[in-house]
């Protein structure tokens, strides 16, 4: 009974190329939310997706940044040309279609982005 | 004005005392709040849930003060493995589970 996956742990990315964060959801769940934290700094929410739709899409930067949920296959938040303020921990969390956030939910492990 | 704060502490604590410590939020309307922690970066836990008669989980005390608009959480006979960051959580909007997070208390426990 795997949680929330995320992969890759750690990623590596020049100043302009692309990056591509994966969340799998825990098994069951249809709902996935992203969150980033900075350096010293608190989660700030980014997007919320359900499968095929995204809900909330409030904390998303207008520019370079983009999520998806498809029908098959896991999360994908995508930012294109990356600059060095981009360098984050990148969380994702899952909660089942009938729950909602009364009861809290449940982090993935993370994806460690560094801009160098 | 952050719409969750924190004292980042941090907060050292001897082994075996008690630390409290608060978080203030700034939307009267919020719900639900709760306790995360987070160990070195990594990902956050859930704690417990802050309900409004307060509630207690083993050694975690979780109090809700909505005229003041502050949660607590105190920590009794305080564990080595207690040292983390605690993280405010609350709930900004009712229709979906929309969290903000406060940046964390540190609490650090010597021996």
């Known amino acids: 009974n795997a949680g929330v996956m995320q992969n890759p742990r750690h990623l590596v990315r020049r100043r302009g190329q692309e990056a591509r964060l994966r969340c799998s959801p825990m098994?069951?769940?249809?709902?996935v939310y992203w969150y980033r934290q900075l350096p010293e700094e608190g989660l700030k929410f980014m997007v919320y997706l359900q499968k095929e739709n995204i809900i909330d899409e409030s904390g998303m930067p207008k520019e370079r940044f983009s999520a998806e949920f498809p029908k098959e296959g896991p999360s994908i938040l995508r930012i294109q040309q990356v600059v060095r303020g981009d360098s984050a921990a990148y969380f994702c969390?899952?909660?089942?279609?009938?729950?909602?956030?009364?009861?809290?939910?449940?982090f993935g492990s993370g994806t460690r982005l560094t801009v160098v | 004005r952050k719409e969750v704060e924190q004292d980042p502490g941090p907060f050292n604590v001897p082994e075996g005392a008690t630390v409290a410590f608060n978080c203030t939020y700034s939307?009267?309307?919020?719900?639900?709040f709760f306790w995360y922690r987070q160990d070195c970066r990594k990902e956050p836990k859930l704690l417990m849930s802050v309900y409004s008669s307060g509630n207690e989980d083993g050694r975690f005390t979780a109090q809700l003060n909505r005229a003041s608009q502050y949660i607590s959480l105190l920590i009794r006979d305080s564990k080595l493995s207690d040292s983390a960051t605690y993280l405010c959580?609350?709930?900004?909007?009712?229709?979906?589970?929309?969290?903000?997070f406060g940046a964390g208390t540190q609490v650090v426990v010597t021996p």
């Open positions: 969390a899952s909660s089942p279609e009938d729950v909602w956030g009364g009861y809290g939910y449940t």
């Open positions: 959580v609350v709930e900004e909007d009712d229709s979906w589970g929309k969290f903000q």
């Open positions: 098994k069951g769940h249809s709902h």
């Open positions: 939307n009267s309307a919020s719900q639900s």
